[in-house]
């Protein structure tokens, strides 16, 4: 399974941005999703996560702002995001987690806000 993560860019606070996660294979539509961020100097952390079946998570943090969804035609995982900070200025990363609870990350797409 290889993972092509796209759509960051530069962005001012308070705009919005998409980015997208396109899977190859065939398991992507039996496996959960999840993006994460990592911002210089910190861990990456979880910022939306979406089931198999649709179910999605999100943490304090970007809750109200960011929404992530799957087109599982598509192989593909987007997450919308909102009402931009630049705290939220990181590299995001698309993870799929499989049915066999194996992890595949892809590469990265750098998201910069400007105050």
């Known amino acids: 399974v290889q993972l092509q993560a796209s759509g960051g860019g530069l962005v001012q606070a308070g705009g919005s941005l998409r980015v997208s996660c396109v899977a190859s294979g065939t398991i992507f539509s039996t496996s959960d999703m999840g993006w994460y961020r990592q911002a210089p100097g910190k861990q990456r952390e979880l910022v939306a996560a979406?089931?198999?079946?649709?179910?999605?998570n999100y943490p304090d943090s970007v809750k109200g702002r960011f929404t992530i969804s799957r087109d599982n035609a598509k192989n593909t995982v987007y997450l919308q995001m909102n009402s931009l900070k630049p705290e939220d200025t990181a590299v995001y990363y698309c993870r799929l987690r499989s049915s066999y609870s194996r992890n595949y990350w892809g590469q990265g797409t750098l998201v910069t806000v400007s105050s």
């Open positions: 979406i089931t198999s079946g649709g179910s999605t």
